[in-house]
C-alpha cells in the first residue's frame, strides 16, 4: 500500500450540494471520502416531499445551469432520464399584489428539476460515485490533534448510557459545508489552532441568512393561475410574499385532477412571524394570498417548512476564506460563497473547493 492510500479519510460536514461536489470530485479522483448530514436526507435545501401521490419542493424550486462545469455534471456524468424543463414563464407581482408580465428577462433561460424532485440531485451524484454518507450524524465541533494534525468530528450520542460527546475519525482534512451562521457555531465550539479560529470566526461573523417559510396549497379543483405562467415574483420585495408557484408546470409531479402551489413568504414576514402558531400562520398567509390571487378556492391541505437559514442575505464570503485553513487540513464552503441562494452556485463551489483539495492532496 502507498503512503498515499494511507492517509486517513476527508471528512465533509453537510450533504447539501455543496459538500456533496466536494465529495463527487475527490471520490472521482480515487480519495477516501465521508460525509456526515444531520438529517436523513440528501441535498439539503434542495429538497422535495411526498403527500397524496404530489410531489413538491418545499425549498429550491428550480435550478439553473450556467455553466460549462454543471453542465458537464448534469448532462454527461449524472443519468438525464429523471430531468425535466419547468414549463411557463415568471411574472411579477408589486406592493398591492397587482400582477404584471415584468421584464422580460426575469426568469428567462431553461429552468431545470426532477421528476423525482429537485433533491434527486444529490442522490444522483451519490449513487452515481457512490459517495459515503452517515446520515442523522449532527456535527457538534472539530479537534485537531496538536501532536498528529489529524482532525476528529465531535457529536452527541449515547455511550454506556448516557449522554456523552464522541469522536469520529481520524481524518486528514475536514470540509465544513453548511450555512454561514451554522459553521460559526460550529467553529465556535471547535478545538483547533486558536489564530485560525479567530479569523475564520471574524470571517463568518458578518455572514447572514434570511428565515422562509414555504407554504404547500393543495386543491382537488382547477384553480385559476394566469396563463403560461409558472411562477409570480415579487421583484420589489414590499410584499409579504416572495414567490407562488404552480407545481403542475413540472412534469410528472402532481396527478391529474389535483394542483399545488408553493407560497414562499418575504423574510421580514418569515422573521415577524417564526414563532406563530398555526393559526396566526394559515391567517396571514391567506390575507397576503388573497391580494394577489383573489379567486382561490379553499385549500384541501397545507403543508409547511420553516427554514431558518434560508437564502444568504449578505455579501458573499471572499473566495480565500475556503482556504484559510488549508495549511492545517480545514476548508469552507456552501452558498455563504455564492451571496445568494443558488442550488447551481453552491453546487460548483463545492465542485471547484474538491478540485482544490485534490491538488492540495496530491501535492500538485
Ligand atoms: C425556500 C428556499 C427557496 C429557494 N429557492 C431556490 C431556487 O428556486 N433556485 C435556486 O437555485 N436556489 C434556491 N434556493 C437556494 C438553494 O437551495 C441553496 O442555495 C443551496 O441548496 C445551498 O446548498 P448548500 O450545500 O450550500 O447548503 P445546504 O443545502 O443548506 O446543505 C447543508 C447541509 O448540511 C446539513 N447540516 C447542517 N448543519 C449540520 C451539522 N452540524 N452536522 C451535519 N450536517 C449538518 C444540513 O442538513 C444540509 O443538508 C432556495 C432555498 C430555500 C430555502
Not at 449522554?163 to 459545508?177: A, H, R
Not at 409558472?230 to 408546470?249: F, K, M, Q
Not at 382561490?296 to 437559514?309: A, C, E, G
Request: charged share 20%; glycine share 10%.
Amino acid at each position: 500500500m502507498s503512503s498515499e492510500e494511507e492517509l486517513p479519510p476527508v471528512a465533509v460536514i453537510g450533504a447539501g450540494v455543496s459538500g456533496l461536489g466536494v465529495a463527487w470530485e475527490l471520490t472521482c479522483a480515487g480519495h477516501a471520502v465521508e460525509v456526515f448530514e444531520k438529517s436523513r436526507g440528501l441535498s439539503g435545501r434542495a429538497a422535495s416531499r411526498t403527500k397524496d401521490g404530489c410531489r413538491y419542493d418545499h425549498g429550491a424550486n428550480y435550478f439553473t445551469i450556467d455553466s460549462d462545469e454543471l453542465q458537464d455534471l448534469i448532462f454527461e456524468s449524472l443519468p438525464t432520464e429523471d430531468l425535466i424543463k419547468v414549463k411557463g414563464d415568471i411574472a411579477i407581482f408589486d406592493a398591492s399584489g397587482t400582477i404584471t408580465p415584468g421584464d422580460p428577462a426575469q426568469g428567462k433561460g431553461d429552468k431545470w428539476n426532477y421528476r423525482g424532485g429537485i433533491n434527486t440531485i444529490g442522490k444522483l451524484m451519490a449513487e452515481t460515485v457512490g459517495l459515503v454518507v452517515h446520515h442523522q450524524s449532527r456535527i457538534t465541533g472539530v479537534r485537531c490533534d496538536e501532536e498528529s494534525g489529524q482532525w476528529f468530528l465531535q457529536s452527541m450520542g449515547e455511550h454506556e448510557g448516557q449522554e456523552s460527546l464522541l469522536e469520529d475519525g481520524p481524518f486528514s482534512q475536514i470540509v465544513i459545508s453548511i450555512p454561514g451562521p451554522q459553521a460559526l457555531t460550529l467553529i465556535e465550539s471547535s478545538e483547533f489552532d486558536e489564530d485560525l479560529q479567530e479569523q475564520l470566526i471574524e470571517a463568518l461573523e458578518p455572514v447572514e441568512y434570511a428565515s422562509q417559510f414555504s407554504f404547500l396549497l393543495h386543491f382537488d379543483q382547477k384553480i385559476s393561475f394566469p396563463e403560461q405562467t409558472y411562477a409570480l415574483l415579487n421583484i420589489d420585495r414590499s410584499h409579504d410574499i416572495s414567490w407562488i408557484s404552480y407545481e403542475n408546470g413540472k412534469a410528472h409531479r402532481i396527478p391529474d385532477g389535483q394542483h399545488l402551489l408553493v407560497v414562499q413568504m418575504s423574510p421580514a414576514w418569515s422573521l415577524a412571524n417564526f414563532d406563530a402558531d398555526q393559526e396566526t400562520l394559515h391567517s396571514g398567509l391567506f390575507a397576503a394570498l388573497s391580494t394577489v390571487l383573489p379567486d382561490l378556492p379553499d385549500p384541501d391541505w397545507i403543508d409547511s417548512q420553516r427554514w431558518k437559514f434560508s437564502l444568504p442575505q449578505s455579501e458573499a464570503l471572499a473566495p480565500k476564506v475556503a482556504s484559510l485553513g488549508k495549511s492545517q487540513g480545514l476548508w469552507l464552503t456552501g452558498d455563504a460563497f455564492v451571496g445568494k441562494g443558488r442550488l447551481g452556485g453552491a453546487l460548483e463551489k463545492g465542485l471547484q473547493l474538491g478540485r482544490e483539495l485534490v491538488s492540495h492532496i496530491e501535492g500538485v
